[in-house]
């Protein structure tokens, strides 16, 4: 008789399990425009990722865009005229909070030498050396800075210099490269074997993101964890697509606009900032700032806080002709050339030394008036258009370095679109033929398609450089000892983030009948 019971319970038990399953799987995800459901394989199989934030990269701050008055903040005393205030939205994104230190640069140099460790590769380590005789003038003694600021351990986490815009960008996609690298690891879609591998000579066998999505590159599978990502027979698959939500976008140098939000944190000087879904936050700022700190309701350069620092300057500079740091026993910036990364205040956003330090290369090709011109929402001078080079064939699209080969998108098939026209935007209604304008580099101007923005007041600069609206430039391929760099990343999803909804949800409302 108990037998018996015992069985019929046991029976009744599965079946509250099989019915328990049978509501969690028509519970799943499915299209609401077919009914399908996704990631069953007996319904096509397509799989869809759950929505989720992206993973802020290593060494990111995330910056909540919005509109703001790009330029300048106080007189033009330089006459440029090149940034006349312009008011511009700018989407959320990442930004690093420290500018890129020797440390990591020499971390970038070392992997150079190990992977491309083959005489054939000798120029791609020399052309991503930093140049330090950036540090020579004919009548100062700078020679020890030659030698020793960017290998010497003292200075680690100073800001590296000596690097031209070009170096910067390839640095920014190698980073992305070895971050995601170490994202597929982590999952278990890569064998960390595979980094022993290239650092042992791989040469073009390197793991690159774009050439791991296509297909060109391989690696050695890893054995993921639970929950693993399935294919449309419901298996086990160990290739990751970008639309799993594994894998980072892509490091790059912040746009001029982006830097310059980013720099003056403004969200500061907003009184009430909405914090919670519940919270609704105002449009207001207080006061517009003239450097990256807040301004106290006066052109601040010293901390006006009561304590041990007031009076201390807030950021990195050169105060008078030959004053970079004032008088012994009371130096008033602390250092005479760039100083440790995280030195001084970090802004309203959690970042470091955008007024001083070290000016920092942006994406930007210059031009005196691109303010004016650009369109209001994400301004940016330099776009070129291009497209995968398949003319290698499936398997053979990777350069000698073991990137994807790109080049520029053909004119002829854009004639019948209507955003753009023409795959070469960078001198677009200004210096290409259909503007009338003509840049005479080296004879009347030193502006060209080469001329890159550099942004914020070095170690060896006065007051004026410091305030984020100003800009100067530089040729892509030149170098100074007080430019530097940080990289940025765009933030998909919510421009609030950390979870939070896109748009205004109002409480759903019964028709009256």
Not at 168 to 186: C, K, P, Q, Y
Not at 246 to 261: D, K, Q
């Amino acid at each position: 008789m108990h037998k018996v019971l015992r069985l019929k319970n046991f029976t009744i038990l599965l079946g509250a399990v099989a019915l328990m399953a049978s509501c969690n799987k028509n519970k799943g995800p499915k299209s609401e425009m077919t009914g399908w459901k996704y990631n069953d394989k007996n319904m096509g199989g397509y799989n869809v990722a759950k929505a989720k934030n992206v993973k802020t990269g290593p060494g990111l701050v995330f910056v909540q865009g919005g509109t703001f008055t790009m330029g300048a903040t106080t007189e033009d005393i330089m006459g440029d005229w090149n940034n006349i205030p312009r008011r511009v939205t700018v989407n959320s994104f990442f930004i690093d909070k420290t500018e890129v230190a020797n440390v990591h640069y020499r971390e970038y140099i070392h992997w150079i030498e190990s992977v491309f460790s083959d005489p054939q590769y000798d120029a791609v380590l020399q052309g991503a050396k930093p140049d330090t005789l950036v540090w020579r003038s004919e009548l100062a003694f700078n020679e020890p800075y030659v030698e020793y600021y960017f290998r010497h351990p003292s200075y680690n986490f100073y800001p590296v210099v000596g690097v031209n815009w070009k170096q910067a960008h390839d640095f920014s996609i190698w980073r992305t490269d070895r971050v995601n690298e170490g994202e597929l690891i982590s999952a278990g879609y890569q064998n960390s074997n595979t980094i022993k591998t290239q650092m042992a000579g791989g040469g073009q066998e390197n793991f690159n993101t774009k050439a791991y999505l296509m297909g060109e590159y391989q690696g050695v599978p890893g054995k993921p964890k639970k929950n693993a990502l399935k294919d449309a027979q419901g298996r086990p698959r160990t290739h990751v697509n970008f639309d799993d939500g594994i894998l980072l976008p892509g490091y790059r140098l912040p746009t001029e606009a982006e830097w310059e939000y980013a720099a003056l944190g403004y969200i500061n000087q907003n009184p009430q900032v909405r914090t919670s879904e519940k919270k609704r936050g105002e449009e207001n700022n207080t006061n517009r700032q003239i450097y990256s700190w807040q301004n106290d309701g006066y052109d601040n350069l010293r901390a006006t806080r009561r304590g041990a620092w007031q009076g201390s300057f807030l950021a990195n500079f050169k105060r008078g002709s030959g004053d970079n740091m004032g008088v012994a026993g009371g130096l008033n910036d602390r250092s005479a050339i760039p100083a440790e990364v995280t030195a001084f205040f970090p802004n309203g956003f959690g970042v470091y030394n955008m007024s001083g330090n070290v000016s920092e290369w942006v994406a930007d090709v210059y031009r005196p008036l691109t303010n004016q011109e650009a369109d209001d929402f994400n301004p940016y001078r330099g776009n070129r258009f291009q497209k995968i080079d398949l003319t290698g064939g499936e398997g053979n699209l990777r350069d000698s370095i073991g990137r994807i080969k790109m080049v520029d998108e053909s004119d002829s098939t854009l004639r019948m679109r209507r955003n753009y026209q023409r795959s070469y935007a960078i001198n677009y209604l200004d210096g290409d033929s259909t503007s009338n304008v003509s840049y005479g580099y080296g004879l009347t101007t030193l502006v060209s398609d080469q001329s890159r923005v550099i942004k914020g007041g070095s170690w060896n600069d006065r007051a004026y450089w410091l305030s984020p609206g100003t800009r100067r430039f530089l040729e892509e391929d030149q170098s100074s000892s007080t430019v530097g760099f940080r990289c940025a990343m765009i933030a998909p999803g919510s421009p609030e983030g950390n979870g939070r909804k896109t748009g205004n949800f109002f409480p759903k409302r019964r028709q009256k009948k």
